[in-house]
């Protein structure tokens, strides 16, 4: 981000972005003006261009440090061990990771469309990255002769999708803690991958 001399940007900048991550989530990237995202810091709107150039920049620097924060996380979460373990540690990383990131996970799934070619491209490289750590991991089982999927890149698909889905519906005040959810969760990846 555009820095101004004797600035405070290393406070303003992050709350930029902190408005902007809660205004696309709560009404949508295509709705959001920057004058309402200045509004939400309390700058007036032309101070904004001191700390982006444009609202697609604030969309794509959002997507880009949710997508390498899952990465660097996961890379920390993951340990050797047989695909069924890592399986299983996956399942129970990739739900926690994003249910403590709702309005994240939301703004990278829904406003894809909205970036342009070029950071789509960049994004889209970032997920397929986190995508083949599954893949592997159901190739590996594939080749331990523990799963039986039909094609590995679908099946990582299908199982991402379904595992982010918990996001949509899990209330923290609701009757099953977030534990519970993960071993309902992994005895579903489980069936759906057993050979």
Do not use: C
């Not at 894809?112 to 889209?124: G, Q, S």
């Amino acid at each position: 981000m555009a820095r101004t001399a004797g600035s405070h940007s290393e406070i303003t900048g992050p709350r930029v972005l902190q408005a902007a991550l809660t205004l696309f989530a709560r009404h949508g990237f295509a709705a959001v003006s920057m004058r309402q995202i200045a509004a939400e810091v309390g700058v007036q709107a032309g101070a904004l261009y001191n700390y982006t150039p444009d609202k697609q920049t604030l969309l794509f620097d959002l997507m880009r440090t949710h997508m390498e924060g899952l990465l660097e996380a996961w890379e920390a979460e993951k340990s050797d061990g047989d695909a069924t373990e890592r399986l299983r540690r996956f399942t129970r990383f990739h739900i926690t990771y994003h249910l403590e990131r709702p309005d994240e996970v939301f703004i990278s799934y829904m406003e894809l469309r909205n970036l342009t070619p070029e950071n789509f491209r960049e994004i889209e490289a970032l997920r397929r990255k986190y995508e083949t750590e599954l893949e592997k991991i159901l190739r590996d089982g594939l080749a331990e002769g523990v799963f039986n999927v039909p094609d590995p890149r679908v099946v990582t698909m299908a199982v991402i999708a379904m595992v982010t889905g918990v996001t949509t519906w899990y209330r923290t005040a609701g009757r099953l803690s977030v534990e519970a959810v993960q071993d309902i969760y992994w005895q579903m990846v489980q069936r759906a991958v057993s050979a």
